[in-house]
């Protein structure tokens, strides 16, 4: 089983849509939890962190499940700049490693 | 800051030649990430030093593989000899700190014919 697992996609959703992107980990001593955007042949960007309680930025809303040990990502009113691959990341702390451990991405393409 | 800065950002060798890439971290970031990233595997980290000293190589994938970092604002990756399977994106990462935002390069692709 894969650490971290992704729907790969793609989703092809319309301009203002609301897409939601689902992620699941293995490790059950994962500690922080991230998602990073990745543009085509581009470098992977932080987008958010991802706490505990949830949380919101602006268009985006990151959820945490431990129990379940799931992530979640929604986006509302997509924009066409939304158009990317979204990687779930987390992290787990041992033995004085901080290794992030990168799911493969779901890709997303927003339609006009 | 010109955030992190990696040559070349393509490379195109033949099988069984030495490949090197380069990395310049922010400054004042005190670790330092190589990452390999292909669409079988998805990003995967190869190896990663905190103030120029390897920590964890455990993703190195054999002893082809071989990272330096012989100063705060220089780090090479090398492969010698190289391997048509070692075609990839090879991503550069810094931060501050072990569990801060991790800054990544534009990457180098290589391509092993």
């Known amino acids: 089983r894969k650490e971290v697992e992704q729907d790969p996609g793609p989703f092809n959703v319309p301009e203002g849509a609301t897409v939601a992107f689902n992620c699941t980990y293995s490790n059950s001593a994962s500690q922080s939890f991230f998602w990073y955007r990745q543009d085509c042949r581009k470098e992977p960007k932080l987008l958010m962190s991802?706490?505990?309680s949830g949380n919101e930025d602006g268009r985006f809303t990151a959820q945490l499940n431990r129990a379940s040990q799931y992530i979640s990502l929604l986006i509302r009113d997509s924009k066409l700049s939304d158009s990317a691959t979204y990687l779930c990341?987390?992290?787990?702390?041992?033995?004085?490693?901080?290794?992030?451990?990168f799911g493969k991405g779901t890709k997303l393409s927003v339609i006009p | 800051d010109a955030g992190v800065i990696q040559s070349p950002r393509h490379e195109v060798t033949e099988m069984g030649q030495e490949v090197t890439l380069r990395c310049k971290p922010i400054s004042g970031h005190d670790y330092l990430f190589w990452y390999r990233q292909t669409m079988m595997r998805g990003l995967e980290l190869l190896i990663y030093f905190n103030n120029n000293v390897p920590i964890d190589d455990s993703g190195m994938p054999e002893d082809r593989f071989s990272a330096k970092m012989p100063n705060a604002s220089f780090s090479t990756l090398k492969i010698q000899p190289s391997e048509p399977r070692d075609s990839a994106v090879y991503f550069c990462?810094?931060?501050?700190?072990?569990?801060?935002?991790?800054?990544f390069g534009a990457g180098t692709r290589l391509s092993v014919l």
């Open positions: 990462a810094s931060s501050l700190g072990p569990q801060n935002i991790q800054y």
């Open positions: 990341v987390v992290r787990v702390v041992g033995a004085g490693s901080y290794q992030l451990t």
């Open positions: 991802v706490y505990s």
